[in-house]
Each structure stands twice: as C-alpha cells, then as structure tokens.
C-alpha cells in the first residue's frame, strides 16, 4: 500500500507540491480539534504555529515555481499541481490567515502568467 500511494503522489518536484498542498489541507482538522481542548491563551499560539506552517507551504510552492520558471521545461504535470496551489485558500479562510487568503489566488493566476508568457513568447519567436 505504501508503495502505490508514494508511486500516486509521484516523485521530485511533483511530489514536494502534492505533499505541500494535502500537508496544508489536512492539517486543518487537527488544528481545529486542539483549538478546543486548549484554553484561549494557548489558542492564539496554536494559530500562530499555523499561520507559520501555512506560510511555509506558500513559500516552498513559490520556491517550486522560481526552480522551474518555464511549463515547457518543467516535469510532466507540474504545471497543473502548482495551479492547485488555490487549495491553501481554505485553510487560510478558516484559520483567518490573510496573507494565505490573498496569497493562494495570486499564486495560482502566477501560475498561469507563466504559461500565457510562454505562449506569447513562442508565438513571437515563431512569425
């Protein structure tokens, strides 16, 4: 079983986005689950510990894409994993993250400024 999930979630970079962004999704519902169980003080630590790792899965998504700035050099499917970055958007709306609310779109329509880039570009370098 362990070896056909890790064979599902692929390998190098395409591995790194699909385990940054599930890590990120999944990792809400623990969260919300301590959240209750601690008092208010340490509740605003917790959210602060998660507004870091949130901050962290943008960080390594946009470290991705500046590694491999060009779709038609990156890994096949890369392009349309790094789009999914759009996903942190509901872990940022539920824990109030604003950087990760503003953040995941702009990510995602940076993702597709690369592809409309290269297009232009390779339009004009063939007419």
């Given at each position: 079983m362990a070896d056909s999930l890790r064979e599902q979630l692929g390998t190098g970079e395409n591995f790194r986005v699909r385990v940054t962004i599930i890590g990120a999704l999944v990792s809400i519902f623990p969260m919300i689950g301590i959240a209750f169980l601690i008092p208010d003080a340490g509740r605003d630590v917790l959210f602060w510990i998660y507004w870091v790792i949130l901050a962290g899965c943008l960080l390594q998504l946009l470290w991705i894409l500046f590694?491999?700035?060009?779709?038609?050099?990156?890994?096949?499917?890369?392009?349309?994993?790094l789009a999914m970055g759009w996903a942190i958007l509901l872990p940022s709306l539920l824990s109030s993250f604003w950087p990760g609310i503003?953040?995941?779109?702009?990510?995602?329509l940076l993702v597709g400024a690369t592809w409309v880039a290269e297009k232009i570009r390779n339009r004009s370098v063939t007419s």
């Open positions: 590694k491999n700035p060009t779709p038609s050099k990156r890994p096949p499917l890369l392009t349309r994993d503003v953040g995941a779109p702009l990510f995602t």
